[in-house]
């Protein structure tokens, strides 16, 4: 960015460009769900709030895979971990709400350093085939039913929202000590306090090592830093902070789904991170949006007008092709993990405002 | 990579003999759980027996493959479940859309896997060799996806199966027991297959330079072997051979879109456990998980029995004992029961 930064005449200590990380966030919180819920997207508000989530959820997955060069795919465990602990905690044992989300952050950071100490070092293909196996064992687990506790395939729906959520036509208020607020603006708040807590440990010398440790495993050892054990720290991090989504995401899809603990559900969040580009902060970001938009989207999009609805000339049929919108979507994908397999959208956005920024530049001189 | 089965076998006899009397008595614990449960259900036992040797087959035949690819060309080819489920659709199309006879399908099926296997080498892998490990993965990944995508564009999501020939439609008498002809013929087809791979690769020269490539590729390369050549060949292999374990899988049970990733999942707890790199490990290791899958019920109900205790009996195991089995092996010997030192670590 930085001809951007020398044309708009940012320089490095400016305090917009040292925070503009915080700053991005908080634009990304105000105008995602107008956008989203505009006509010519989704058209519906709902979505912004989901996507929220899914981006903390994919954000913590990168602090994993894009810091410190961990592939896991069996992310979506602790998700559900989140998602079951508290759904058992509000429902079973008429817990508070935020007593479970506690627990269930505790939960799934004791089950991440424990897999953690099992299978770090393993070397990145291990690491990567060893978190699926994990996440699938918890599947089995999880439909097996144990104690009556998990509702086996069916899940948790039954009491499992908190007393202070109020649900009317499919929108949530939050109504808690007289006072009433959207349910959006809560997400938004969780949402900005857990980015900024993830940027303030990918900046700090724990971050840093972090990524010495990503970018060369051995010279880090040989500098003496106990390479296992940062692997160690960062994964169990990362799964205490995909616990924070599910907790959020049990209120949002009212209750825990066994669907959460599928395969399908952490091969998305790779998917959606390698999209986004694991290189940058708002990688995974992009990736949520262009992934859950492109999902919305396509899957309620059936007829293609042409040139435009209003003066339809030609109309074509899609709906029986884009059911298999994944194809062109795995095709997308194998082909920027052969091209660039770090920088994804995001890298593309930033390389291409660079040019043009470069370009500007040249012919304003 | 590869050892020979006198190799492996004199190994094993080896740590027989040096384990700890900690080992030999759990080593003699293991048997005495298992005959007890043979004694008291013998006909089930042999049941569960042969069940878990057919599943442990099938597991060996795709693990072969993913440990091959993965041991030449350091690629954990995520997409084998994939070509294994494309074995099992190819099959389908053979015999119940074209009506030709299953021994059609069994030499035509694998063949075809394999040719899309080659495409997969060529148009993707043959460009991330060079690359880290994890953009293997990856690229794989996504076109496992695309897999199933297509299979279930051509042939829709829901579960198929054929008919099997009349001749293995029977059943043969075991003495104790009745067993499916279809999966006697499973056992050697499997057994086959991983023995004709077994002897490619260390009796004949072809065999010789592609260990050669796994030890060293550059000075292999220096030799005047043509090595991108046999990666493509060990490729076809490897897809030919998940092609008939996926012929045979569709036969006995029928297939359904979520074969690929399950067993893919699968055949790499088989080479975790039977240690990266080694050949002979897949192959045991495939029947052990099997064998343990199968028997865990067996020896759980007979020892209710037995005891009294019903709670022994914990129903829904089946799915998990792969994982247990994988974390066990982990926690007592990280690198697999015949893993190599160093190798991917």
Redesign the interface.
Do not use: H, S, W
């Given at each position: 960015m930085s001809d951007l930064r020398t044309l708009l005449g940012v320089g490095e200590d400016h305090p917009l460009y040292r925070y503009r990380i915080p700053v991005g966030l908080l634009v990304l919180v105000v105008g995602l769900r107008p956008v989203v819920a505009h006509e010519w997207f989704a058209g519906y508000g709902q979505l912004a709030t989901s996507m929220l989530i899914w981006m903390v959820f994919v954000a913590s997955f990168n602090l994993l895979f894009g810091y410190t060069g961990l592939?896991s795919f069996g992310h979506a465990m602790f998700l559900g971990i989140g998602m079951y602990v508290v759904a058992i905690g509000v429902s079973v044992f008429a817990l508070p709400w935020l007593v479970a989300a506690v627990a269930g952050v505790l939960v799934a950071g004791t089950v991440g350093y424990a897999i953690g100490r099992?299978?770090a070092?393993?070397?990145?293909?291990?690491f990567?085939?060893?978190t699926?196996?994990?996440a699938?064992?918890a599947y089995?687990?999880v439909?097996?039913d144990p104690y009556g506790l998990t509702g086996g395939s069916s899940g948790l729906t039954q009491g499992t929202l908190p007393t202070w959520i109020e649900t009317y036509r499919g929108q949530k208020r939050v109504v808690l000590a007289g006072m009433q607020g959207e349910w959006y603006w809560l997400v938004a708040l969780v949402f900005l306090v857990t980015m900024l807590a993830l940027w303030q440990v990918v900046r700090s010398p724990f971050g840093r090592t972090l990524m010495a440790v990503r970018d060369n495993r051995q010279l880090a050892k040989s500098i003496g830093i106990d390479t296992d054990r940062y692997q160690t720290a960062a994964f169990t991090l990362s799964t205490m902070f995909a616990a924070v989504a599910g907790a959020l995401m049990e209120i949002n899809s009212q209750g825990a789904s066994l669907e959460t603990f599928a395969?399908n559900t952490s091969?998305d969040t790779?998917?959606m991170a390698?999209l986004g580009g694991v290189n940058y902060f708002f990688g995974p970001i992009t990736g949520v949006f262009v992934w859950l938009f492109a999902e919305d989207y396509l899957t309620s999009f059936e007829t293609l007008h042409l040139p435009l609805a209003e003066f339809s000339t030609v109309s074509v049929d899609l709906s029986g092709l884009l059911?298999?919108w994944?194809?062109a979507?795995?095709?997308l994908?194998?082909l920027v993990?052969?091209v660039s397999?770090k920088d994804g959208i995001w890298g593309f956005v930033r390389g291409l405002t660079e040019r043009v920024a470069a370009r500007l530049r040249e012919v304003t001189r | 990579m590869p050892r020979t089965v006198s190799q492996g076998l004199a190994e094993v006899r080896a740590r027989v003999a040096g384990l700890s009397p900690g080992w030999l008595a759990a080593g003699l614990a293991l048997v005495v759980v298992l005959a007890v449960a043979l004694v008291t259900k013998p006909g089930l036992f042999v049941d569960n027996a042969i069940g878990g040797l057919v599943y442990g087959m099938i597991l060996v035949m795709v693990a072969l493959g993913l440990s091959l690819i993965?041991g030449l060309m350091g690629v954990?080819n995520f997409a084998h479940g994939a070509l294994f489920m494309l074995g099992a659709y190819f099959a389908w199309q053979v015999v119940a859309a074209m009506g030709l006879p299953f021994w059609a399908a069994l030499a035509v099926a694998p063949v075809a896997v394999g040719l899309v296997g080659v495409l997969v080498e060529v148009t993707?892998l043959r460009?991330?060799y060079d690359?880290?490990?994890?953009?293997g993965?990856?690229?794989t990944?996504?076109?496992t996806?695309?897999l199933?995508?297509?299979v279930?564009?051509v042939w829709g999501a829901a579960p198929k199966s054929f008919e099997l020939p009349a001749v293995l439609a029977t059943n043969t008498s075991l003495g104790v027991t009745q067993v499916g002809t279809f999966r006697l013929f499973m056992v050697g087809v499997s057994a086959l297959s991983i023995l004709l791979v077994y002897l490619l690769i260390t009796r004949t020269d072809f065999g010789l330079t592609v260990r050669a490539g796994v030890q060293d590729s550059e000075m292999t390369a220096f030799l005047g072997v043509d090595l991108p050549l046999r990666f493509t060949a060990m490729f076809f292999l490897g897809a030919v051979i998940a092609g008939v374990g996926g012929v045979l899988r569709g036969a006995e049970v029928g297939m359904g879109p979520g074969m690929a990733?399950k067993f893919v999942?699968l055949a790499?707890?088989v080479v975790?456990v039977g240690g990266?790199g080694s050949l002979f490990g897949s192959v045991a290791a495939g029947i052990l998980i099997g064998e343990a899958q199968y028997l865990s019920t067996v020896v759980l109900t007979a020892w209710a029995d037995v005891t009294g205790v019903q709670a022994i009996n914990v129903?829904?195991?089946e799915?998990?004992v792969p994982?247990?089995v994988?974390?066990v092996v982990?926690?007592v010997r990280?690198r697999g029961l015949f893993g190599e030192e160093g190798f991917?670590?």
């Open positions: 592939l099992i299978i070092g393993k070397g990145e293909i291990y990567a085939m060893l699926l196996a994990f699938q064992a089995f687990v439909n097996a395969i091969g790779v998917l390698v059911n298999y994944a194809f979507l795995g095709a994908f194998v993990v052969l397999p | 993965l954990v993707v460009n991330i690359e880290e490990p994890t953009i993965l990856l690229a990944f996504g076109l996806m695309m199933e995508e297509v279930r564009g990733e999942i790499f707890v975790v990266a129903g829904g195991l799915g998990l994982y247990l994988m974390l982990l926690l990280p991917l670590e």
